[in-house]
């Protein structure tokens, strides 16, 4: 049976929580404490040397990280990875997206935020991500526009990898009022059938 | 014939020349110069709206972005892409890890340095990225102490994807000289066929 390494309020493990539960794929949850720094642990670093979550254990000594590496894998055959060479190469690209031009602004503010309450000494940092941030949900709400999903009619791993992050972005400033597009495509998103909503405080 | 839209001084564009060059692929460059902000032009964000080099047009109207997405779109069926579920998702893995926790730290000092000459109020952002850099750093001289390249013996797209800002990371300040295994790996890499050098200068 599959375990996964992570920790239910980070948007990077919620993707794999979601697959996982689209998918009807049985695993173990294996709850790790970023704040405490359980992942530079040498048990953890041993599965991941770059001591992020999630990981995926596949079986012993076969470990899997990165959350889109981990959907890619889990998708494969399934109706949520495209097999046509092009779309699956889009689904890559707004993945890649999202790890560089959406992740690094709306998960951080969130994180600052929401996890370390906001210091003063990291305020010029949180404003500093507002722009970037606004200019990814720009992006995908001219995408949103143009179909239902981020390939079509049908969700992919491009929409739970955006998600993730997205639907809590109000959590770090960003207001969502103004994008009607994705309003409406997270409405559309809940109604896959498994969908289970993000933890919002650790047990 | 598929038209590449770039920058030869970008190692994200680098990385498709590399994979055309190994594979023999046939195309044409088409230069495009990010200094003077031609990637913010309408032509070219309705190509890609994200606005960014490089991109592949493979024929009217069917574009792809995100350097990465473009490596495993080319090298589908090919000796550069495992076929192995878990394999290609390792490779996959590597690719993230570069976008996030590599290129960001490393390219970005480079393009700092090099690109904008170190200008004084850069200098906070430029020393702030060089723990993150030889973090990224030490943990591919940990992979390559096990295995010639990334995924073993051959050469696959995480080998391209890595090689392309590593191979110049001291013109971001990171010195190599420690890193041993990183500098065999360069030398094993040069002796791919139809390996190309990066532009240094644009002409």
Not at 4 to 18: E, F, R
Not at 54 to 81: H, R
Not at 184 to 199: A, E, H, N, Q, T
């Amino acid at each position: 049976m599959y375990k996964v390494y992570g920790d239910m309020l980070s948007g990077n493990c919620y993707k794999i929580k979601l697959i996982m539960n689209f998918l009807e794929i049985e695993h173990e949850w294996i709850h790790i404490d970023i704040l405490t720094s359980e992942t530079h642990m040498d048990s953890f670093r041993m599965m991941n040397p770059n001591a992020r979550i999630p990981v995926l254990k596949i079986n012993e000594g076969k470990y899997l990280w990165e959350s889109n590496a981990i959907l890619n894998y889990l998708a494969q055959d399934t109706i949520y990875l495209p097999t046509d060479r092009y779309e699956k190469s889009i689904a890559l690209q707004w993945q890649f997206f999202e790890q560089y031009s959406h992740e690094p602004y709306i998960a951080t503010a969130r994180y600052i935020k929401k996890y370390l309450g906001l210091p003063k000494n990291r305020e010029g940092e949180y404003l500093s991500k507002q722009e970037g941030g606004h200019k990814a949900l720009s992006l995908m709400e001219e995408q949103l526009k143009k179909s239902k999903f981020f390939l079509g009619d049908k969700p992919t791993i491009a929409d739970i990898c955006l998600y993730a992050y997205t639907h809590v972005a109000e959590e770090g400033g960003f207001s969502l009022a103004e994008y009607r597009n994705i309003q409406r495509w997270f409405s559309d998103f809940v109604l896959i059938p498994g969908y289970v909503k993000m933890d919002r405080e650790n047990v």
